[in-house]
């Protein structure tokens, strides 16, 4: 069994297994956090999940796991690692059910205090026109022609439909749209399931907020995406919805022959996988882009009738309700990206499972508007607690693939949270915080509860500290809508 004397101490906020301690591990496995932190990964079974993913064939640098990692299917969630394209495997373990979950963050010139009277309205509004709830419809009516365009084109599709403009696309990670998109490789039962579910949030730990900037770190970079102290913004929260769910249990089960075909051998059966350029990888890597497009546009939808909510509440009343896009990043995702490995480009597929892209400045694949500064990145915290806006850095490039945490990060079960927090009284004191509620289950919201999660002032100091992302901005929220 693995412990905490194991690893060495490279930093305050770098701890790393050597590849020696198991025979099995073809590159070290890294922790990023504060001591705390570190010690919190030993609660439950994720630092063996990052030794498993270290065993991996045709892993590089490291198998790494961010601050605010727990346990997960597979890899851990927090969990990053490269593969290399030629020589590597692509795991639906490495990306998860929820193909895409990911985080919008809307940015508006008005300050809470000139809205403070309508947030109620506006929370209530949001949540008549954002289905949310478990198996929840959406708002869009497809076809199953509309269906393939949208699994192939994302949030192309979106704003060729009047839900997006050209500024949205821009300031989307990926432009909201993998290229590596087949909708024929969706299967039928994702199909079905994904049909009535565009345009909604789902359940879980999905959410909008509205929140207020608080803090703001870095004004130069605030100002460039739109961020002022005492402005209102808006945080979606979603991902691919049941059609991602499927799209991963079905590609778990036709990936179950893959390893002893290709002779990959596996320390969990939770980490079927394939080789990247095998026929079965790259089917795997068709449905998994396809319903991350699906994600991309279920985003776009919502950050749609947000809009019109806050023209619904706020036109007449005030004169500048409009939301503009700050960025879209995705958490669960495999991509197809290049690296400097060993000094030399290398092509790989970097999982990033609960773990969010963080490009530094000048980066090729980053928007003009943020190739000085580098890529936003959104790490929302728990219901009640702050959220933060980071940036990427050079070192992230450089240590993980340019990545960083995505949240705070659970520290107890779903069904634990219920048994110690009662959803009503867990409204009952956010409402006293002055943040308002809007949610479809009791218990869900009990699901929820802060009490679940790390301390993400810890997670983000982490990051920090570790210097794979900086802080821009700090948001608290004011009203959330929970499925």
């Given at each position: 069994?693995v ?33 705390e ?16 993913v ?19 299917y ?26 895409n ?17 309508y ?5 209530t ?8 709830g ?18 192939e ?19 989307t ?13 969706v299967?039928?039962r ?73 002779g990959?051998?596996?320390?969990d ?6 080789p ?22 279920n ?36 991509k ?75 520290t107890?079960s ?11 009284k867990l ?52 009203a959330?809508?929970?499925?």
């Amino acid at each position: 069994m693995v412990a905490k004397q194991n690893f060495k101490s490279l930093s305050a906020y770098v701890w790393e297994l050597p590849q020696d301690f198991d025979a099995r591990m073809r590159v070290p496995a890294r922790i990023y956090g504060n001591e705390e932190v570190f010690e919190m990964a030993f609660r439950d079974k994720s630092v063996e999940q990052l030794i498993n993913v270290a065993t991996m064939p045709g892993i590089v640098r490291y198998a790494m796991a961010m601050p605010d990692m727990h346990q997960g299917y597979g890899f851990p969630i927090g969990g990053v690692a490269a593969f290399r394209y030629d020589e590597g495997i692509i795991s639906p373990g490495g990306v998860g059910y929820d193909i895409n979950c990911g985080v919008r963050m809307l940015a508006s010139d008005l300050d809470y205090e000139a809205v403070a009277a309508y947030i109620s309205d506006l929370i209530t509004v949001m949540y008549q026109n954002c289905p949310s709830g478990v198996g929840g419809k959406g708002v869009v009516r497809l076809s199953n022609k509309d269906l393939d365009a949208v699994l192939e084109r994302g949030a192309e599709w979106a704003k060729s439909h009047g839900y997006a403009s050209q500024d949205d696309l821009y300031r989307t990670e990926s432009g909201g749209r993998l290229p590596e998109a087949r909708a024929d490789m969706v299967p039928s039962r994702a199909r079905e399931r994904g049909l009535p579910q565009l345009g909604s949030l789902g359940a879980g730990n999905h959410f909008m907020e509205i929140d207020v900037v608080d803090e703001v770190y870095d004004p130069d970079i605030a100002q460039t995406f739109g961020l002022r102290e005492g402005r209102v913004v808006v945080q979606i929260h979603c991902g691919s919805r049941g059609l991602g769910h499927e799209v991963c249990a079905q590609s778990i089960r036709a990936l179950q022959n893959a390893p002893r075909k290709y002779g990959i051998e596996i320390p969990d059966r939770e980490l079927v996988a394939a080789p990247v350029t095998s026929p079965e990888g790259q089917d795997y890597m068709a449905a998994m882009a396809a319903a991350a497009n699906y994600a991309f546009a279920n985003r776009q939808i919502l950050a749609h009738y947000v809009r019109l909510s806050f023209e619904q509440v706020l036109a007449g009343k005030v004169s500048n309700w409009e939301l503009h896009q700050v960025y879209d990043v995705t958490h669960n995702i495999a991509k197809v990206e290049e690296h400097q490995v060993g000094g030399r480009p290398l092509k790989v597929v970097v999982h990033r499972k609960g773990a969010t892209r963080a490009f530094p400045p000048g980066h090729h694949d980053l928007p003009a508007v943020y190739r000085e500064t580098g890529q936003p990145v959104l790490v929302p915290g728990s219901m009640g607690t702050a959220s933060y806006v980071l940036v990427g850095t050079k070192s992230a490039l450089d240590e993980t693939f340019g990545s960083s945490c995505h949240g705070a990060g659970r520290t107890m079960s779903r069904n634990e949270a219920t048994r110690q927090v009662r959803g009503e009284k867990l409204r009952s004191e956010l409402q006293q915080q002055g943040i308002a509620v809007r949610t479809r289950s009791m218990r869900g919201l009990a699901e929820e509860a802060p009490i679940a999660y790390k301390d993400v002032d810890a997670v983000v100091a982490s990051v920090v500290g570790a210097g794979i992302a900086r802080e821009v901005a700090r948001v608290r929220p004011v009203a959330v809508i929970k499925g």
